[in-house]
């Protein structure tokens, strides 16, 4: 195994660009959801209360950027060829990274809403601000906190299946599913 020195996929590994993405956004996933876990535990009157859901906002909203970024990136750079499985199990991958995404995407987006139900634009680390939209819904706030919850949990129960995932293709099926993803790609001979 020889690690890839290019930013790009090519057809057969991911190349440091979004290899970097990904992780940046796995670990970005997990701050943010223990943040959100600290923040329920806060009452109006912790220190803590003004200051942990803005880095909370911020951080969410530069996840947000990046996240359109890997999208972008898939877009104009295709990620490599699957490895070789059965049928069923390349459609369950799919549909897994299908979900991950939207998911991903839910969290986000329902984690605006509450921010800017109250019609205030979001500071993000007060270096610049993101505007808010007119409320469409009666309620968004509580509306948008049930769906920000129920899929946020989804999202860290979805990476937990992906993170077995890839264990499993890694001790088990003895691949380089897992391999690919931190650089590594088999150096032809």
Request: hydrophobic share 50%; glycine share 8%.
């Amino acid at each position: 195994m020889a690690l890839t020195r290019r930013i790009t996929n090519d057809a057969n590994s991911y190349g440091w660009g979004p290899i970097t993405i990904h992780w940046l956004v796995a670990l970005t996933v997990f701050v943010l959801f223990g943040l959100g876990l600290y923040i329920d535990g806060l009452s109006y009157y912790d220190p803590e209360y003004r200051t942990v859901p803005h880095w909370h906002k911020s951080i969410g909203l530069m996840l947000a950027g990046l996240f359109m970024l890997r999208l972008g990136w898939r877009v104009l750079n295709r990620p490599p060829a699957p490895l070789p499985q059965p049928r069923l199990l390349t459609l369950a991958t799919h549909i897994a990274h299908s979900l991950l995404y939207l998911v991903l995407l839910l969290v986000l987006v329902s984690g605006y809403l509450i921010s800017t139900a109250d019609g205030r634009a979001i500071a993000v680390f007060n270096w610049f601000e993101i505007p808010a939209l007119p409320a469409p819904l009666a309620n968004q706030e509580d509306i948008a906190g049930d769906i920000h919850e129920v899929s946020a949990w989804t999202l860290i129960g979805l990476a937990g299946l992906h993170a077995l995932a890839a264990l499993k293709h890694h001790f088990i099926n003895r691949d380089d599913t897992l391999r690919r993803m931190f650089g590594y790609k088999k150096v032809e001979q």
